[in-house]
């Protein structure tokens, strides 16, 4: 029995000291931990797709609002800044390609969390293909070693991962040596950890951003399709695309193989805007439709219950950029404003409570803000632009309306990049 004791005890001082190590040497994540993860090749086909040269003069002159009213143009905000690479697509054409820091074209970088984008078009493909059969499914219908745990993984549907609703009960903190997060990121076998989790509440209650639930994810689409996520996405995306430079995926460990479908595909600026273009092109890529136009209509359509975020994406509310997202003392306030800004020729006879249930219609949100007592109301409006979002500012943003592609990758989180993208595409 004593035996058996210090066996255990020791599988778990391995264990944690294992974790303890990668974070001790590796101290927090960095865009270049590609290199200290083993990986999952996604290699290239025998074809390679290349956007067209554009007008980049336009960049040359053209100056961008941003930050304190201030006006310059787009090189001189970006130098002086922890951007790697940052490139700008309009109508399958380069208007600006850059990269700084030493960085080349075919540098590959990890992008962290816009993976979760990308874990997203892949189970869209995954339901195309009959692998998944419905985004309704409990999450143990695809990971049967989750049977038999917490009792509410029978109630979590891929739906509410999609929608960062799981209820789970976990720390995103890469911070913490102990959170969540970090034996996550760091730890060596993600299922284990997973299986481990409880909840907070119940599935589908309450949003709550968590990296856990597209580890969930990315291990159902695994177990699917019978193959490593990174060669999933080979197969459906990476070479019927055509893209220039190979990529890979950060996995657990050698032993384990199970991609970190949260934050661990690694790849260049310029193949990363081809999937920005993939939606822009509702799920079709010359002539091959990649993914359903469904599952793309849903996926760029704001959720306005999800606070704008769905499938895995967020959509830009504008919020600082625009004028008419603000805050308010009341209810009244937020109609008038509306009334006085876009509505007054539609709407001859003020009614607060029509003109308010309108804007519902129209995309807008309102909201209580708890976290300013002089307050009450607050105004965001969905641009109709949508990005993918990873730590340190990794960005890859759409405007369907101008099919106007951009991505941004570098070290730190230094700018707020989409509002800086956001002014870009006003400018164009």
């Known amino acids: 029995m004593i035996t058996r004791i210090l066996s255990i005890v020791l599988i778990l001082l391995s264990s944690s000291c294992q974790l303890l190590y990668r974070e001790a040497v590796y101290y927090q994540a960095d865009i270049t931990d590609h290199k200290i993860f083993p990986y999952t090749e996604v290699t290239t086909g025998h074809t390679s797709y290349s956007f067209q040269d554009g007008n980049s003069m336009i960049f040359d002159t053209m100056k961008i609002t941003y930050g304190k009213h201030t006006s310059k143009l787009l090189n001189e905000i970006l130098e002086p800044s922890s951007t790697h690479a940052f490139v700008v697509i309009r109508n399958d054409s380069v208007l600006f390609e850059k990269y700084y820091d030493g960085y080349q074209r075919s540098d590959i970088s990890t992008i962290f969390s816009v993976s979760k984008s990308v874990t997203s078009l892949l189970l869209g493909i995954a339901i195309d293909d009959g692998l998944i059969e419905d985004v309704n499914d409990p999450i143990t219908k695809y990971i049967p070693e989750l049977k038999g745990r917490a009792p509410e993984f029978e109630r979590l549907t891929l739906q509410h991962l999609l929608d960062m609703r799981s209820g789970l ?11 969540n997060m970090a034996k996550l990121y760091y730890g060596r076998n993600q299922l284990a950890q997973l299986k481990r989790l409880d909840f907070d509440h119940e599935p589908g209650t309450v949003h709550n951003y968590q990296s856990a639930s597209t580890a969930l994810l990315g291990i159902a689409i695994e177990k699917a399709s019978g193959k490593e996520l990174g060669k999933y996405f080979e197969e459906k995306v990476w070479q019927p695309m055509g893209m220039e430079n190979p990529a890979t995926w950060s996995l657990d460990d050698k032993r384990h193989r199970s991609a970190k479908a949260f934050g661990g595909l690694n790849a260049t600026a310029i193949d990363l805007a081809k999937i920005g273009q993939l939606y822009l092109n509702k799920g079709s890529w010359k002539g091959q439709q990649i993914v359903s136009e469904e599952w793309v209509q849903k996926t760029l359509t704001p959720n306005t219950k999800n606070d704008g975020y769905q499938n895995q994406w967020y959509s830009f509310s504008g919020y600082g950029s625009d004028s008419l997202n603000v805050k ?24 607060i ?6 804007n519902y219609r129209k995309g807008y949100r309102d909201k209580l803000w708890s976290d300013d007592a002089e307050y009450k109301w607050g105004l965001q409006i969905y641009t109709g632009q949508y990005y993918a979002l990873g730590i340190m500012k990794q960005v890859l943003y759409l405007d369907p309306d101008k099919n106007l592609v951009m991505v941004r990758l570098g070290a730190t989180g230094d700018k707020e990049y989409t509002s800086l993208m956001y002014q870009i595409g006003k400018s164009l």
């Open 169 to 179: 009960k976990y720390n995103e903190s890469y911070g913490n040596p102990f959170s």
């Open 328 to 351: 308010y003392f009341d209810e009244k306030e937020v109609a008038r404003h509306l009334w006085e800004q876009e509505y007054q020729e539609k709407y001859s006879d003020y009614d």
């Open 353 to 358: 409570r029509k003109i308010v249930k309108a």
